[in-house]
C-alpha cells in the first residue's frame, strides 16, 4: 500500500511538472519563478515565490491544475502581514499544518543584515473566484551564520517540512542550503512549533 501510494505521488508530481512547463497560465501577470509549493487539495497547491523586499508582485499563488485544461495560477492577497518588516521577502519554502484544515507555514531565506528571517503562518482562503491569506502568527527565526559570522546575508534555508508527533505536538524541519565556508554540506535543523505562543524549541 505504501508504495502504491508512493507511486501516485511520484506521478502526480511528475504530471504537475509537466503541466507547468508546457502550459501556459491562465493569468500571465503571475511569475512563475517558484521556490516552494506544497498540496492544497486534489489539483490545487500553493506556491511561494522568491520575490525581495523592494519588488513588486505576488509572493504566493494558487496553481490549479486539470489534466484536460491545463493550469490556472491565481496570485492571493494579504493585506496585512502583521509584522513592522512588512510583506514577505525572498520566501523559500511552505509547508501545510497537519490536521489544520488550510493552514501552511511559509518561511523566508533567513535574515538579512540583522532584518527578516521570519515564519509566518497563514490560512488559506478561497473566495468564490479568488484567493486571499490571514496571517495568524509570525515567529522571529534566529541567525544561525550559515554562511559565517562576516556575512549580512545570514543562513539559506530552502526548504519546509511539517509533522505532527504522538503527543500532537508540531515539528518543523527546516533544510538549509549549505554550500558555505561555515556549512559545506546542506543542513537540516528542527524545532517544536508553539502556534499559541508563536515560540520554537530548538532540538
Known amino acids: 500500500m505504501k508504495r502504491k501510494l508512493s507511486a501516485l505521488r511520484i506521478s502526480s508530481f511528475i504530471l504537475l511538472c509537466f ?118 502568527g509570525v515567529i522571529e527565526l534566529p541567525e544561525f551564520d550559515a554562511k559565517g559570522p562576516d556575512d549580512p546575508a545570514g543562513d539559506e534555508i530552502e526548504g519546509l517540512a511539517c509533522f505532527s508527533t504522538l503527543n500532537n505536538e508540531l515539528i518543523v524541519l527546516f533544510g538549509e542550503r549549505g554550500g558555505s565556508d561555515a556549512y559545506t554540506d546542506g543542513l537540516i535543523r528542527w524545532a517544536q512549533a508553539d502556534l499559541r505562543s508563536y515560540k520554537l524549541k530548538w532540538t
Open 19 to 136: 503541466l507547468i512547463i508546457s502550459c501556459q497560465p491562465e493569468n500571465n501577470d503571475t511569475q512563475m519563478a517558484i521556490s516552494g509549493m506544497d498540496k492544497i487539495d486534489e489539483g490545487a497547491y500553493l506556491a511561494v515565490y522568491d520575490l525581495k523586499s523592494f519588488e513588486e508582485g505576488s509572493r504566493l499563488s494558487v496553481i490549479e491544475v486539470d489534466p484536460a485544461s491545463g493550469i490556472k495560477v491565481q496570485p492571493v492577497l494579504i493585506n496585512d502581514w502583521k509584522h513592522e518588516d512588512g510583506a514577505g521577502s525572498d520566501l523559500e519554502s511552505v509547508c501545510r499544518l497537519p490536521d489544520r484544515e488550510n493552514e501552511f507555514l511559509i518561511a523566508e531565506s533567513g535574515k538579512w543584515d540583522g532584518e527578516y528571517g521570519r515564519l509566518f503562518h497563514l490560512k488559506l482562503v478561497n473566495a468564490t473566484s479568488s484567493y486571499y491569506a490571514e496571517i495568524l
